[in-house]
């Protein structure tokens, strides 16, 4: 159960680096009547270039909703969103398709690379969608693989890698378009502790280079390598700058 002292969130720090993620009140309604769902209900926080966060929350409290929203894979019922200083609330699925493409790098538990590509072929994908030209997207494809320590697997398959290798892959997928933010749902849920830890280190890395990081996760050892949680539970955000070393506190 939380706390009373951690029910308040503390003020922002106030810095000048830009926002990459602003909710605003911000509410997701399913059904109506009796049969209405408040997934998100008047969520708000910003998330500034660089940082590393984590959101969390246990099952059904609007973590995997607030993911979505801001990848750009929902609307929401209510409220703004500005991604990198975009209002981008009410902007046609066209839009939303190129948004996610240009400044938004996806990783996610299952990895989805095509079975049939290699992995520089899997890695080159988005900038196909982004007409980047093909001998442009070869070698930063090369680049962002050798990046995650894949320079050597350019031309193996999925099948042909492990699941932490394959995650590589993924990550350098999510890279490849520079992204304005990296956002991860349960990276790690399908790898071993000591895989698990190898792409942790990554993220730490991607992050220190600058890339704002944000991670949906329930597993508390993953959260406490983030620099801060987003707290969720039922709908609403209980606290938006719990510190990793509070976690023992709120589970």
């Known amino acids: 159960m939380l706390t009373t002292n951690l029910i308040s ?11 990459i993620v602003r909710l605003s009140e911000v509410c997701k309604y399913y059904g109506q009547d009796d049969t209405l769902v408040k997934a998100l209900d008047d969520v708000s926080f910003v998330i500034k270039q660089g940082e590393y966060c984590a959101i969390m ?31 981008v609330s009410g902007m046609e699925e066209k839009d939303l398709a190129r948004v996610r493409n240009l400044k938004i790098g996806f990783v996610f538990q299952q990895y989805h690379l095509l079975p049939q590509l290699s992995a520089l072929e899997n890695v080159m ?20 693989l050798e990046r995650v320590a894949m320079g050597h697997r350019l031309n193996n398959r999925p099948n042909q890698m492990s699941g932490g290798q394959q995650q590589r892959v993924a990550i350098a997928r999510a890279i490849v378009n520079n992204p304005v933010m ?3 749902d349960e990276p790690t849920g399908a790898l071993d502790s000591h895989t698990t830890a190898e792409v942790m280190e990554l993220f730490g890395e991607l992050n220190n280079s600058g890339i704002t990081v944000v991670m949906v996760t329930h597993e508390s050892d993953v959260a406490r390598n983030t620099q801060r949680i987003i707290w969720f539970r039922d709908g609403q955000v209980i606290n938006a700058h719990l510190s990793p070393d509070d976690l023992g506190h709120v589970i």
Do not use: H
């Open 9 to 19: 969130s503390p003020p922002e720090i106030t810095d000048s680096r830009r926002e």
């Open 182 to 184: 990296l956002l991860a």
């Open 125 to 144: 994908l988005p900038m196909a969608y982004a007409n980047v030209r093909p001998k442009e997207q070869k070698e930063r494809a090369s680049a962002a």
């Open 57 to 87: 929350g246990a099952s059904g409290s609007g973590k995997s909703t607030c993911m979505n929203i801001i990848g750009c894979l929902d609307s929401t019922t209510s409220g703004q969103y500005f991604l990198d200083e975009e209002d």
